[in-house]
């Protein structure tokens, strides 16, 4: 009744940022909720349950544009996770009437991912089952994540580039590897011969919650100086 927190929590960061950076929320889909919570009673199964998350994640998204989030993620990682046995147009469907009342409003993206550190597939770690479908995403941007992956599918960004602005994960969440900003750099020039600068932007392959501290700000120290690096030699 009482939502899910996430107003709060943004609230609560805009008081303590720093003015100036544009500051984002996350909130999880109704699909990805309704994996956590088994089927039953009225509810025949789980797209049944999906459905009932609906309004309440749409409550969600309504009162953080209310209290000023201006860069809004819908994350549906399990929509990736199964994209390739479900019905995917009804999986574009569910999260398109859910953004429903926030588009316009907010600059939205969602997450297509494969698990932060902790997180292990379920399913074929490939983006080609999931497109052409997912590009009927109402988003502004979408994110892929490459990195864990070797930049497998690479090419796909091209696709979402005609349609959205991507993001793309070019550091992997699940290694401890450092990515030098040379690493960095290169990764960023491959991009670009897929897709062009003004709609790309650089990423971790997926949340860094569960990757430890000393590794997490080095490997964004990284990403941020790699991409620096391409930016100056671009000009």
Same mark, same amino acid.
């Given at each position: 009744?009482?939502?899910?927190?996430?107003?709060?929590?943004? &609230?609560? %960061?805009?008081?303590?940022?720093?003015?100036?950076?544009?500051?984002?929320?996350?909130?999880?889909?109704?699909?990805?909720?309704?994996?956590?919570?088994?089927?039953?009673?009225?509810?025949?199964?789980?797209?049944?349950?999906?459905?009932?998350?609906?309004?309440?994640? &749409?409550?969600?998204?309504?009162? +953080?544009?209310?209290?000023?989030?201006?860069? +809004?993620?819908?994350?549906?990682?399990?929509?990736?996770?199964?994209?390739?046995?479900?019905?995917?147009?009804? %999986?574009?469907?569910?999260?398109?009437?859910?953004?429903?009342?926030?588009?316009?409003?907010?600059? +939205?993206?969602?997450?297509?991912? #494969?698990?932060?550190?902790?997180?292990?597939?379920?399913?074929?770690?490939?983006?080609? *089952?999931?497109?052409?479908?997912?590009?009927? #995403?109402?988003?502004?941007?979408?994110?892929?994540?490459?990195?864990?992956?070797?930049?497998?599918?690479?090419?796909?960004?091209?696709?979402?580039?005609?349609?959205?602005?991507?993001?793309?994960?070019?550091?992997?969440?699940?290694?401890?590897?450092?990515? *030098?900003?040379?690493?960095?750099?290169?990764?960023?020039?491959?991009?670009?011969?897929?897709?062009?600068?003004?709609?790309?932007?650089?990423?971790?392959?997926?949340?860094?919650?569960?990757?430890?501290?000393?590794?997490?700000?080095?490997? %964004?120290?990284?990403?941020?100086?790699?991409?620096?690096?391409?930016?100056?030699? +671009?000009?």
């Amino acid at each position: 009744p009482r939502g899910l927190g996430a107003v709060a929590e943004f &609230q609560r %960061l805009a008081r303590l940022a720093p003015p100036g950076p544009t500051l984002k929320a996350s909130v999880p889909g109704p699909y990805t909720l309704s994996g956590r919570i088994a089927a039953g009673g009225p509810y025949a199964d789980r797209y049944a349950v999906a459905e009932a998350l609906v309004p309440i994640v &749409q409550r969600e998204l309504v009162g +953080l544009v209310a209290a000023g989030c201006r860069e +809004l993620t819908v994350d549906e990682p399990s929509m990736s996770c199964y994209a390739h046995r479900e019905d995917r147009p009804r %999986l574009v469907d569910l999260f398109n009437r859910t953004v429903a009342p926030v588009v316009g409003r907010c600059r +939205l993206s969602t997450h297509l991912c #494969f698990g932060n550190f902790k997180g292990r597939a379920v399913a074929p770690r490939r983006y080609a *089952p999931m497109f052409p479908d997912f590009l009927a #995403f109402t988003v502004d941007e979408m994110h892929v994540e490459m990195a864990s992956r070797e930049l497998a599918e690479l090419e796909i960004i091209g696709q979402i580039a005609e349609r959205m602005d991507v993001a793309v994960g070019i550091v992997d969440v699940k290694s401890y590897y450092l990515e *030098p900003p040379e690493e960095i750099a290169r990764r960023v020039r491959l991009c670009l011969q897929y897709a062009p600068a003004e709609r790309l932007s650089f990423a971790p392959d997926c949340g860094l919650s569960q990757t430890a501290r000393w590794a997490a700000r080095q490997k %964004l120290a990284n990403l941020v100086a790699g991409v620096r690096q391409v930016r100056e030699q +671009l000009g």
